[in-house]
Each structure stands twice: as structure tokens, then as C-alpha cells.
């Protein structure tokens, strides 16, 4: 799937979404969404991808947030399609990476927050401005208040600064800050070592760290007893501990 706003295009066992609009600065249109959904569907059915990265054109911005042109969709339309797409990501089964290649503002922050793993190169700025044209950062303030602790997250959302790649990981916003020019082989590295994990144990592990995310801890360990049992089920745990046994590198079937 290849669009004008958005390119799909699957590399070895990883499907990269790329916005495709850096003539405005990789915004968020109703096309770039729906076009997303349509990705994630299709990088989720099929078997061959194992990991899916997100990124934006060019070397200067990442996304910019939503498209303030007004273009295509009523406002809470465009809004309620946002934050199921937020949904969808940050719910996925598969793991996601985030490649930040430049400035990552607004409505672009969420769809870096709902991803896994988060990698930006030293150039890259984050901030959420839109309380600087008198709106406000819901739909990612739930996000940012799951990644960054609470006094940094209102900081953050109040003033509507600019914070540099280095703040963000302080924020425990991003995993990694890498030089300008190597951001691409520490993704490559970590595409690599997330392709070689076994599908339905990440996916399985995946949603049973989300769901004990909203459990008392009590609660959270009785569930999580019952999901290991599940995991220790499958195939791959066998051939996991087998391949450990033998002193080998497992081979995965994803069953």
C-alpha cells in the first residue's frame, strides 16, 4: 500500500507506516488516520511482519500534529478517529517502534507515546504547543500521564514548551537518544532483536501487561499466574526452552 499521505511497505519481517507529507511538516489529516487503521490491519494479518515501525518523511519532522488546515472531516469526527487510532496502536499485538526522524509536536506525541519503543535522534524537539493557539492536548494527555510523572506531564501540557530529545528521555517520554546519523542502524538493531522474539509470546505478553496496567496488585498477579500459564502453553515456549536446554537459537513458529 502505497498513498500521496501515507507509504506502507514491508522490510524483512517489519511493516514501516510513513507519513508522507512533509510539505506540511508530516501532519495529522483524516487521510493520514484512516490510511493508518488500514496499515495496522494489514501489518497485523499478516503472518511474515513481526514488527511494525512508524515514522515520518524526510530528516526534519516526525509529525507535526493535526493539519489546522480544516481539510476533509467534521471536527469531533476527526477527533474520535484520532483517538481510535491511538487505541489501536497503543493495543496492538505486535510491538511497535517509533522512529522520531526530527520534531515530534502535538498530535504526533501521541502516536509516539502509544508505541512500544521509542527511538529519536539528538536533533529531535517534543512538546505539545496547542495550548499556545488556546487549545489543549486531551486525546495524548492520557497517554503522557502513563509515561511521565505528574508534576512534569502539567508542566509539560501548561506551557507548551519545547523540550530537547535529551528532556524527553529524562521524562521517560522516549527509550533511546541516538546521534542524527545513526538513528537508523539503532532502529535497524532493534527491529532485528524484536523479529527474533516469538510472536504469540510478545502478543500475549503484550496485552497482559496492558490489562494489569488497570488491576490492584493483588489482582494484577492472579492474572498475570493465569497469562503465564497460557504462555507456557504454546509451542513457542517449548521450543524456547528446548533451544535453551540444547544451547541453540530457538525457532519460532508463532503457535
Not at 515501525?53 to 469531533?76: E, K, N, P
Request: one cysteine or more.
Amino acid at each position: 500500500m502505497s498513498d500521496e499521505a501515507l507509504q506502507y511497505e514491508v522490510r524483512g519481517n517489519a511493516a514501516w507506516l510513513t507519513i508522507c507529507r512533509e510539505d506540511r511538516r508530516n501532519a495529522i489529516s483524516p487521510e493520514v488516520i484512516d490510511l493508518f487503521v488500514k496499515g495496522l490491519d494489514r501489518a497485523e494479518a499478516d503472518p511474515a511482519v513481526r514488527v511494525v515501525v512508524i515514522t515520518g518523511a524526510g530528516d526534519r519532522v516526525f509529525c507535526s500534529g493535526a493539519d489546522l488546515s480544516g481539510q476533509g472531516g467534521s471536527g469531533q469526527d476527526v477527533f474520535a478517529a484520532y483517538a481510535g487510532l491511538l487505541k489501536r496502536l497503543y493495543a496492538f499485538p505486535k510491538p511497535t517502534v517509533a522512529r522520531v526522524n526530527g520534531h515530534c509536536l502535538a498530535g504526533g506525541t501521541g502516536f509516539m507515546l502509544a508505541c512500544d519503543i521509542v527511538v529519536a535522534k539528538q536533533s529531535a524537539m517534543f512538546g505539545t504547543p496547542e495550548v499556545n493557539v488556546g487549545l489543549f492536548p486531551m486525546m495524548i494527555g492520557a497517554l503522557i500521564f502513563r509515561n511521565v510523572p505528574r508534576k512534569k506531564a502539567m508542566e509539560m501540557v501548561l506551557l507548551g514548551e519545547k523540550l530537547t530529545a535529551a528532556q524527553a528521555l529524562d521524562m521517560g517520554m522516549i527509550t533511546r537518544v541516538t546521534a542524527d546519523d545513526a538513528l537508523d542502524g539503532e532502529v535497524e538493531k532493534i527491529v532485528t532483536q524484536l523479529g527474533e522474539k516469538s510472536p504469540i509470546g510478545t502478543a500475549l505478553g503484550k496485552q497482559a501487561f496492558f490489562a494489569a496496567e488497570e488491576m490492584s496488585l493483588n489482582e494484577a498477579l492472579d492474572y498475570l499466574s493465569a497469562k503465564l500459564g497460557e504462555v507456557m502453553a504454546t509451542g513457542d515456549a517449548a521450543e524456547g526452552i528446548t533451544a535453551f536446554l540444547e544451547k541453540r537459537k530457538p525457532v519460532f513458529q508463532g503457535r
